[in-house]
């Protein structure tokens, strides 16, 4: 099973990014899916997760409002459509699965994603 991230960038304060996470394997619907980030020199840190069936998902404070998890069974991606960029959502951001349903714990995820860079500007 492998994860593959892509999407991130560089853009201006206020404005939206979507990253995509392809899922490589034959179980997607076995997996609750979550993004997390890493900023410089900072730990990583939850961002959102989606359930196995996709009816719950959750978010950290700092992008509820902001950013919307979604899942494509056909595709086999995790989407992260992410508006009003602030500079402080400057990070490495990473996909995950999960086996053992949804989490805001890393130590749930159990395949990890290569990451990608998101680069805000003011």
């Known amino acids: 099973v492998q994860l593959q991230a892509s999407g991130g960038g560089l853009v201006q304060a206020g404005a939206s990014l979507r990253l995509s996470c392809v899922y490589n394997?034959?179980?997607?619907?076995?997996?609750?899916m979550a993004w997390f980030r890493q900023a410089p020199g900072k730990e990583r840190e939850f961002v959102s997760a989606i359930s196995r069936s996709g009816s719950s998902t959750y978010y950290a404070d700092s992008a509820k409002s902001r950013f919307t998890i979604s899942r494509d069974y056909a595709k086999n991606t995790v989407y992260l459509q992410m508006n009003s960029l602030k500079p402080e959502d400057t990070a490495v951001y990473y996909c995950a699965a999960s086996l053992g349903g949804t989490s805001m714990a890393q130590s749930e995820y159990d395949v990890w994603g290569q990451g990608t860079q998101v680069t805000v500007s003011s």
């Open positions: 394997g034959r179980t997607f619907r076995s997996y609750a």
